[in-house]
């Protein structure tokens, strides 16, 4: 079965603290995973892929085959990141059918 | 700067009565995504269209939800009867196929969301 779990409902950090927001995935064969965002009063919206290798807002992520995993972190929070973060994955021959987790709501505190 | 739009914005009905939620795709996306969200369940799929066909409405209660897109520039999405259990903030996302190879995918792009309740 594909699935993606986000352990965590809520994640609470100090600003400057280093964030990490775990998604662990089910998938045979190689999965194409993504974090979208959602910040107060707006869209969800795309917030990177791991095809991309790429850092956004200083956010990254490892896509890590032997854990299943695809976790999303930065080393400096700030108040500003303070938003729902959804770690999605692309359904197997569906050409952008997603699969969303739960979703982490991230709180960061001053 | 194209966006998704969703009308309304906010709707509060009584049990019972029907509810229509509408969206305008981005022109030129040919693949729209309808999803529910909540706070036990987070972000779930209803349903989602290719050029105007539908694809997947597995996730969508059949009984009392139906999905169109009359045209390319407008996706429907129903409730009739509407119960309180279909409160939620319901998300329109348009996008444009990829071909199913890695590294096709194309984003979605979501519109604002409309927040349904029913009492």
């Known amino acids: 079965a594909q699935r993606v779990t986000q352990p965590e409902k809520l994640l609470s950090v100090f600003k400057g603290a280093p964030v990490e927001l775990k998604c662990n995935y089910s998938?045979?064969?190689?999965?194409?995973l993504f974090w979208y965002v959602q910040y107060s009063r707006q869209r969800l919206q795309l917030l990177l892929r791991?095809?991309s290798r790429e850092s956004i807002k200083g956010f990254t992520a490892d896509l890590n085959k032997g854990e299943t995993s695809f976790h999303l972190k930065k080393p400096f929070a700030q108040e500003e990141d303070s938003a729902m973060y959804y770690c999605a994955l692309n359904r197997r021959g569906s050409q952008g059918n997603l699969i969303f987790g739960k979703g982490t709501k991230l709180s960061v505190k001053p | 700067d194209a966006r998704v739009t969703q009308t309304p914005r906010d709707k509060v009905t009584e049990m019972g009565q029907e509810v229509t939620m509408r969206c305008q795709p981005i022109?030129?996306?040919?693949?729209v995504f309808w999803y529910r969200q909540t706070m036990m369940q987070g972000l779930e799929l209803l349903a989602y269209f290719r050029n105007r066909a539908p694809l997947d409405d597995s996730g969508m209660p059949k009984d009392r939800f139906s999905a169109e897109m009359p045209d390319a520039t407008l996706a429907t999405l129903k409730i009739q009867p509407s119960e309180p259990r279909d409160s939620a903030v319901y998300f329109c996302?348009?996008?444009?196929?990829?071909?199913?190879?890695?590294?096709?995918?194309?984003?979605?792009?979501f519109g604002p969301g409309t927040r349904l309740t029913v009492l």
């Open positions: 996302a348009s996008g444009s196929a990829g071909t199913g190879g890695i590294g096709s995918y194309n984003e979605q792009f």
């Open positions: 022109l030129g996306h040919n693949t």
């Open positions: 998938y045979s064969g190689s999965p194409e």
């Open positions: 791991h095809i």
